[in-house]
């Protein structure tokens, strides 16, 4: 009897530390200092502090799925929403159910649906390209989504929400629906991207989740309902982790060739080739095409935090960092879509709280300071996704702190204004966990 309880016990311990390594538990952004929501109103540059907390509160696992309780709110300022969307991102208080071990779906493939498909590592909710409208053929107008009634589309021709509702999207590209903040696409800042096509970030000067970096594989930044993870836009060429890092690319192209939409609106000004879902067409990767994704956005590979290969889904953009269809995941799942929001916990689970510290990994090439001569503002951009929290003291030669900022997790970029500085060298002292880098800085009058 006794042998029995140690070898029952043995492997409880032994599923306790394979579970503590799993990325699906340990990736996620948990709040413990207590960050709170921030938001811009329109018209106001200055951000507002909201009560909620920000990124995910709590992780908890069993033998079989993990539990991930957040208020579905960033700790990126949100907003604002300048298309006369009059909702602001509010507490979810949601709690998402994902498997620890997710499968293939081996059966005809599960498309994609209106609202959450996935949750990115903070807490945010995912959803796909639609925003809910399409076009009415009978009517010869577009209805449904934020539209509303009195009519409602037909479901053949579905409005891209990327190109349609571009307009109110935040500096983050997201927005709410019904208090639920969202993103449809790589939530990577605007005004990061190689082209900007969007100007909101001039005044509302927020960021997103993470820095689009060429250079190195990109992030796990999130997971979809099926539990396979979602990854940034670069990654390792090859499969097997080899070939150097390269842009993942879409394999959906526009129907360039079509030149009117059946039982839909005629392709112009106002209705654009790509304003729908079926202006785009699937082209299977030729052998060799490693780089170009599947049918769902996706490919099994190898990854720095899964070195013996899954099935990932990439934020997909274009050579200008602006995003591509399907975006995310999409239009259909690779696996077997099981995830879903639970109303509580029904099972015994063991809560993740790491006891061991973080190492920084902190590095001159991983933070850009400019403008450096500074006259009125020193920006502090850091050039990838941090997981804890970056400090940020600026003291004069006299060792007296000017000022301290604090670069969140799940954000990416902090401000100091130097208008009222006098003139000379300043010290930027740059902390994060262990790892202190410090920087001088040049103020010009």
Not at 43 to 67: H, L
Not at 150 to 171: H, K, Q, S, T
Not at 309 to 315: D, P, R, S, V
Not at 417 to 425: L, R, S, V
Request: glycine share 8%.
């Amino acid at each position: 009897m006794k042998k029995q309880l140690l070898i029952c016990l043995s492997i409880l311990l032994a599923l306790q530390a394979t579970a503590q390594t799993n990325p699906i538990i340990t990736t996620w952004l948990r709040n413990t200092t207590n960050i709170l929501g921030r938001h811009y109103v329109s018209g106001n540059s200055t951000a507002i502090q909201d009560t909620t907390p920000a990124n995910v509160q709590t992780v908890q696992y069993s033998s079989t799925s993990v539990y991930i309780s957040t208020s579905g709110i960033p700790a990126y300022v949100t907003g604002p929403f300048l298309d006369g969307n009059p909702s602001l991102a509010s507490n979810q208080n949601a709690i998402f159910k994902f498997p620890l071990t997710p499968t293939q779906n081996t059966g005809n493939p599960i498309a994609t649906t209106g609202g959450n498909i996935g949750v990115f590592i903070n807490g945010v909710a995912l959803f796909d390209y639609r925003d809910g409208v399409s076009w009415n053929n009978a009517q010869q107008k577009l209805c449904g989504g934020p539209i509303q009634p009195p009519c409602m589309g037909d479901g053949l021709w579905n409005r891209d929400a990327i190109v349609a509702e571009r307009g109110g999207f935040d500096c983050a590209k997201g927005h709410p629906a019904m208090g639920n903040y969202h993103h449809h696409q790589n939530p990577s800042a605007f005004k990061l991207d190689l082209n900007v096509i969007s100007t909101v970030c001039n005044l509302y000067n927020a960021d997103g989740l993470y820095v689009i970096d060429s250079s190195k594989h990109s992030p796990l930044i999130g997971y979809a309902y099926d539990g396979f993870p979602i990854y940034g836009a670069y990654a390792y060429k090859n499969l097997d982790a080899t070939g150097g890092i390269t842009r993942m690319k879409s394999s959906y192209r526009l129907k360039t060739s079509m030149t009117s939409r059946t039982n839909g609106p005629a392709i112009n000004s106002t209705y654009p080739l790509g304003l729908f879902k079926e202006d785009y067409e699937y082209i299977a990767p030729s052998a060799g095409q490693t780089d170009y994704l599947d049918e769902h956005n996706g490919r099994i590979c190898k990854t720095p935090e899964y070195p013996n290969g899954i099935y990932c889904y990439f934020a997909t953009v274009d050579a200008n960092w602006n995003s591509a269809y399907p975006y995310v995941v999409g239009p259909t799942f690779y696996g077997t879509k099981v995830a879903t929001k639970v109303t509580s916990i029904t099972e015994t689970t063991t809560t993740y709280n790491p006891t061991t510290n973080v190492a920084s990994t902190l590095s001159t090439v991983d933070i850009s300071v400019f403008p450096n001569p500074s006259s009125d503002l020193l920006v502090v951009q850091l050039n990838d996704l941090t997981k804890t929290e970056v400090v940020l003291n600026l003291y004069d030669l006299q060792g007296k702190l000017m000022d301290r900022k604090i670069i969140y997790p799940g954000t990416t970029i902090a401000y100091f204004d130097t208008k009222t500085y006098y003139a000379g060298i300043y010290v930027l002292q740059i902390v994060q966990a262990d790892k202190t880098l410090t920087q001088q800085i040049s103020i010009q009058k």
